[in-house]
C-alpha cells in the first residue's frame, strides 16, 4: 500500500535547524510521515547538525520511529512515526545544545501521549539562539499552564558553552485539550522580574549588569527586581532573563553574556528589547509566539492576543503548520501601528481519529 507523505522543503522561508525540529515534531504529534529535503540548504554549511541530530534521535526513539537520514550531514531525512510510550527516559545531547529547545519541541509531540512520561536530559541550558533556561520556566512553561498543559521542570545543574554538562528533568502528563487564550486587551506593563546566573566570574560582572538594568527601568518608571545567583557549571558564563511579571502577559528577553562584551552593554540591550515589546501593548513576545503557535494551532477553540512583530521564524512555522492541516485558515494577523494582532483559528487536534 502506497504511503501518503508529506513532504517539507527544509530550505524555505527562515531555513534553519526550528524547521527540521518543528517538522518532526508535527510528525510525531500527528502520526503522518514526512519526509524533509533541502535540510539548511542555504547555511554555510548545510544539512543536519549535531545539535539537529539530538532532538531527532530523542524523538525517533520515544515515537518508535522508523527513519532514514538522520545522520549528521545529511541533507534528506524521511522519517515514519509511531505511538509514544509512557515512562522514563534519559539522553544526553554530548554537546552543549540548548535542552530547551530540544524539551519545547517534546512537549509539542507529546501533547497526545496516553501515559505519563519522564525525560531527563544532559546539555545546555543557557547557550546562544536558544531561550534560557529561566525563561523557559518563567515564560513558556506558565504559558503552557494556562493552555491547560500539565508539564514540570525541576533543574539540577545549569550548562553553559561550550562543555554543556547541564542537567533537568521533565515530567509530562496525558492532556485532554489544549484551551485557547483571550489575551486580545491592550495592558499597561509597569513591573519586570529578573534572574542572574553566573559562574567562575567575579560578582562585580552581575551586579553591573543588574545596575544598568534598575537605571534604563527608573528613566521608564518601570518597578524591576533581580535577583542574582552563582551557579556550579563546567564552563564559565553569565546569562540574564528578564520577564513582565504579570499573569496576563507573557514576555520575556535575555541577554548571554559573552567574551569582549561589556556586562553594562548586556544589560542595556537586554532591558531597552524588553522595553520595546513592553511599550507596543503587546501580550505575548516576539520570541515566544514563535514557540508556542503550534500548541494554540491544537487548541479547541480560537485564541487572540497581541504580538509586537512577526519575525521571519514565525511566518516559516506558520507556513509549516499549514502543511499538516491543508485546506484549513489556521493563521490571521491584523498589523497595527504599534503591534500585530493574531487571531489562530484551533483545529482542536484531540477530535481527529487516528
Not at 539537529?52 to 526513539?61: G, N, Q, R
Not at 522508523?66 to 549528521?72: K, T, Y
Not at 519545547?104 to 534560557?132: H, M, N, R, Y
Not at 492541516?325 to 487516528?354: A, L, M, R, W
Request: aromatic share 10%.
Amino acid at each position: 500500500m502506497e504511503i501518503d507523505m508529506i513532504e517539507i522543503d527544509g530550505s524555505y522561508g527562515e531555513g534553519g535547524g526550528q524547521i527540521l525540529r518543528s517538522s518532526i515534531a508535527l510528525s510525531v504529534l500527528t502520526k503522518k510521515p514526512i519526509t524533509v529535503n533541502n535540510i539548511r540548504a542555504n547555511r554555510p554549511k548545510p544539512g543536519i547538525k549535531p545539535q539537529h541530530h539530538a532532538v531527532l534521535s530523542i524523538l525517533k526513539t520515544l515515537s518508535n520511529a522508523e527513519a532514514s537520514g538522520l545522520e549528521v550531514g545529511s541533507s534528506k531525512i524521511e522519517f515514519f512515526p509511531k505511538n509514544i510510550n509512557g515512562g522514563k527516559f534519559r539522553f544526553d545531547v554530548g554537546t552543549a545544545g540548548s535542552i530547551v529547545l530540544i524539551y519545547q519541541a517534546l512537549l509539542f509531540a507529546s501533547l497526545k501521549i496516553k501515559k505519563p512520561i519522564s525525560i531527563e536530559l544532559t546539555g545546555g541550558t543557557d547557550v546562544k539562539w536558544a531561550p534560557s533556561w529561566d525563561y523557559f520556566v518563567n515564560v513558556f512553561m506558565p504559558f503552557l499552564k494556562k493552555i491547560d498543559i500539565d508539564a514540570t521542570v525541576v533543574l539540577q545543574k545549569r550548562g553553559y558553552y561550550p562543555k554543556g554538562g547541564g542537567n533537568a528533568t521533565i515530567h509530562m502528563q496525558p492532556v485532554e485539550t489544549v484551551t485557547p487564550v483571550q489575551l486580545d486587551q491592550l495592558e499597561i506593563q509597569d513591573k519586570i522580574s529578573g534572574k542572574i546566573h553566573f559562574n567562575a566570574l567575579p560578582d562585580h560582572v552581575a551586579k553591573r549588569m543588574k545596575q544598568t538594568v534598575y537605571k534604563k527601568c527608573f528613566e521608564k518608571s518601570i518597578r524591576v527586581d533581580i535577583s542574582q545567583k552563582q551557579s556550579e557549571t563546567s564552563s564559565p558564563g553569565i546569562v540574564m532573563t528578564l520577564w513582565v511579571d504579570d499573569k496576563e502577559i507573557y514576555i520575556g528577553c535575555v541577554g548571554l553574556g559573552e567574551k569582549g562584551i561589556a556586562a553594562e552593554h548586556i544589560g542595556n540591550q537586554c532591558s531597552m528589547n524588553l522595553i520595546k515589546m513592553m511599550e507596543t501593548g503587546a501580550t505575548i513576545d516576539t520570541f515566544l509566539f514563535d514557540q508556542i503557535l503550534g500548541f494554540l494551532a491544537c487548541a479547541k477553540g480560537t485564541s487572540t492576543f497581541f504580538i509586537p512583530e512577526l519575525s521571519d521564524h514565525a511566518k516559516t512555522n506558520m507556513w509549516l503548520i499549514q502543511q499538516f492541516f491543508p485546506g484549513k485558515n489556521i493563521f490571521n494577523t491584523c498589523f497595527n501601528k504599534k503591534n500585530t494582532k493574531v487571531i489562530i483559528h484551533g483545529q482542536d487536534i484531540y477530535s481527529f481519529k487516528e
